[in-house]
């Protein structure tokens, strides 16, 4: 069964607009990780999110989590074409180990 | 630069022949994974390992087996191949100790099971 599950599961934006996709798991977590997969190809880590932190930025991505909520949410902002991509997230349950496990994934289409 | 590899990227055999895909990495990780993704599953974990002779049963492992000889391998092994082993399939490493769990992957394995 999936740990994490995001929302929506497609998303077609507008070059320039700003995405927000959405994950919920189930059990508390060491922390939670965004994964890019373009087509074809296998997935790049992009960001990772500690359990005792709320928010994090890296470029023109907004990590932000709610561990009271079991959910986080990855923004990225100003969207260009080449962020056409699937994007996952990944939880590190406690006890697990290094094990993640990863949601269905958000497909991300922005339109030139 | 370090990196994983897999091999062969594109595989079409038939029901009931086994298969190795291969997955080599130059990380020097301890941790490595095989996944298979699927429409409407996701990533599901096959098979893990977190060090040499170490092996462990994922989510969905029935029919596939691993083995960890060294550190830079783990090839995944379909003993019999079924339709439903059609997927494809990424291996995957990562660092050994507290936090350090992001993960690489490499580019895939297309299975075609016929």
């Known amino acids: 069964s999936q740990q994490g599950e995001e929302d929506p599961q497609a998303l077609s934006i507008q070059e320039g607009e700003n995405a927000t996709m959405n994950c919920s798991y189930k059990t508390s977590i060491n922390n939670l990780q965004w994964y890019r997969q373009n087509s074809g190809r296998g997935l790049v880590h992009l960001i990772l999110i500690r359990s005792n932190e709320r928010e994090k930025h890296s470029g023109r991505l907004r990590v932000t989590l709610d561990t009271s909520k079991k959910s986080s949410s990855l923004l990225i902002t100003a969207s260009r074409a080449a962020d056409t991509a699937s994007y996952f997230c990944?939880?590190?349950?406690?006890?697990?180990?290094?094990?993640?496990?990863f949601g269905g994934g958000t497909r991300l289409m922005v339109k030139p | 630069d370090a990196e994983i590899t897999q091999s062969p990227r594109h595989k079409i055999t038939e029901t009931g022949r086994q298969v190795t895909l291969a997955c080599h990495q130059t990380?020097?990780?301890?941790?490595m994974f095989w996944y298979r993704q699927d429409l409407g599953h996701g990533l599901r974990l096959i098979h893990y390992s977190y060090g040499v002779q170490d092996t462990n049963k994922g989510e969905v492992s029935d029919g596939y087996s691993v083995s960890r000889s060294n550190t830079e391998d783990l090839p995944l092994t379909l003993e019999s191949a079924a339709s439903s082993q059609t997927s494809v399939y990424f291996c995957a490493s990562s660092e050994s100790g507290q936090g350090r769990n992001t993960i690489y992957f490499g580019e895939g394995s297309w299975l075609t099971v016929v």
């Open positions: 990380w020097n990780h301890n941790n």
């Open positions: 990944a939880t590190a349950p406690r006890g697990a180990g290094n094990m993640l496990t």
